[in-house]
């Protein structure tokens, strides 16, 4: 009978980790829906901004001679690492830090090596990874998902890049998870600041714009909105693939936990049946010794 107890107690503990499972799925499901159109409206938007910039940099001499896109050599390299605040989301939190380390480890081991890595993270669960791997994390912005607020973002965009106008940092990346679909996300490292723009892209991109006014003006205010841009699409892109990674975790735990219960209800019911099968045969023969 104490077997029995144990798999009543078993049986009834899974069933109400399965609602809390099979609730956070519906919820994330929801959140994943809300986080796909914002990303999905605001790539087009992106990807046409980008166009213009090369249209305009095509023919443009002074455009290698904004400050966002001078290049030089890495020196001071600050890491921006986004993940999430909350785990239960399978390896999302865990994969985008060894992408970080492997980043660093094949780009930037000279100057790890001399101190001059750091990293800002977005996310309190990748940046626990980092800290147990001995990185420095110089700063923490987790409360960015806090409201998600798009002037909050574009404020911390704009910190980062005065960190390399300044020249405190000649050299920023940006690492995360890229949203392809609710059950892939790519893990994305790229070059943030300087822009880079090799004169193939700016070729093809060419179109014979008019420009009112120059071209000098509009390219002065249209590489830090970019940058901007850029910035919040990436945020996004890791929101939906968090939403995503999340809802695929606490699918597959429901269906783990269906089927450890179903296996535990079939294991309940053979111990009970054999149980029962036995105070029988002790009731039939103890009836059959009264008999003699």
């Known amino acids: 009978m104490a077997g029995l107890k144990e798999l009543r107690t078993r049986i009834t503990s899974i069933k ?12 994330s499901a929801a959140r994943l829906k809300k986080a796909q159109d914002a990303i999905l409206q605001i790539r087009p938007y992106a990807d046409k901004l980008h166009d213009i910039l090369l249209s305009i940099s095509s023919n443009l001499e002074s455009y290698e001679n904004s400050i966002y896109t001078k290049p030089s050599e890495a020196d001071r390299v600050l890491i921006v690492l986004i993940s999430s605040n909350r785990g239960l989301c399978g390896a999302f939190n865990v994969n985008i830090a ?11 081991l000279l100057q790890f090596q001399l101190e001059e890595v750091d990293f800002m993270c977005i996310g309190k669960q990748a940046e626990r990874q980092l800290k147990l791997k001995g990185m420095k994390v110089v700063e923490s912005h987790h409360e960015i998902y806090d409201s998600f607020d798009q002037k909050h973002i574009y404020q911390l965009a704009e910190k980062i890049m005065n960190f390399f106008a300044s020249g405190k ?9 890229h ?25 093809a991109q060419y179109i014979d714009y008019i420009f009112e006014p120059s071209k000098e003006y509009i390219i002065e205010d249209l590489i830090p909105m970019s940058l901007k841009i850029q910035f919040l699409k990436v945020l996004l892109e890791s929101n939906a ?15 783990n936990a269906t089927e450890l219960l179903r296996d535990l209800t079939l294991t ?3 111990i009970r049946q054999t149980s029962i099968t036995n105070e029988i045969l ?8 009264l008999k003699e």
């Not at 940092?169 to 998870?177: A, H, K, S, T, V």
């Not at 693939?241 to 269906?255: F, K, S």
């Not at 002790?282 to 010794?289: H, K, L, T």
């Open 179 to 203: 949203f392809l679909n609710a059950a892939m996300q790519i893990h994305t490292a790229e070059q943030f600041l300087p822009v880079e723009i090799n004169n193939q892209q700016r070729d």
């Open 268 to 270: 309940y019911n053979k």
């Open 241 to 255: 693939a968090e939403q995503g990674a999340r809802m695929t975790a606490m699918h597959q735990a429901t269906d």
């Open 98 to 108: 060894k992408k970080a380390l492997e980043w660093v480890q094949t780009n930037y």
């Open 16 to 27: 109400t980790t399965r609602q809390v499972t099979s609730a956070m799925k519906m919820v």
């Open 282 to 289: 002790e009731i039939v023969s103890g009836a059959e010794a």
């Open 169 to 177: 940092y000649n050299r920023i990346d940006l690492i995360y998870n």
